[in-house]
C-alpha cells in the first residue's frame, strides 16, 4: 500500500512563510518524480511544482517562482515545500503527487496521492 502524508499546512498572514512536506512510506521510492498540486473550491487542480529523483530538475508556476521552492530528502523519501512571501491567493488544499521517472505539470500524469493539507493566507 503505497501512502502519501502531507504534513505543515496552517494559517497564516499575508507575507508569511510555511513549510509542507510529503513523506512516502510502502515502496521505494526511487525514480520517481515528486510534485505539489493546489485546488480551491470549483476549480480545478492547479500545478505548483515539482523535482525529479535525483533533483536536478526543478519546476514551477510562474504563479509561484521566485516565491516557493521545492526540495527532496530521498533517504526519508520525503519530499518538501519551502513557500514565503504567501499571499491570499495561494490560500487552497496542497497535494503531494508522485509519478514514476520524469516530472510532469499534468495532474494525469501521476499515480500516487496524498490527502491533502489546508494552506490558509490571511490578508
Known sequence: QVQLVESGGGLVQTGGSLRLSCAASGRAFANYAR??????PGKDSEFVTAINWSG???LYADSVK????????NAKNTVYLQMNSLKPEDTA????????????RLPPDYSYWGQGTQVTVSS
Not at 488544499?93 to 510532469?104: D, N, T
Request: glycine share 6%; net charge positive; aromatic share 20%.
Open 66 to 73: 521566485g516565491r516557493f521552492t521545492i526540495s527532496s530528502d
Open 56 to 58: 536536478s530538475i526543478t
Open 35 to 40: 510534485a505539489w498540486f493546489r485546488r480551491t
Open 93 to 104: 488544499v496542497y497535494y503531494c503527487a508522485a509519478r514514476f521517472l520524469g516530472v510532469s
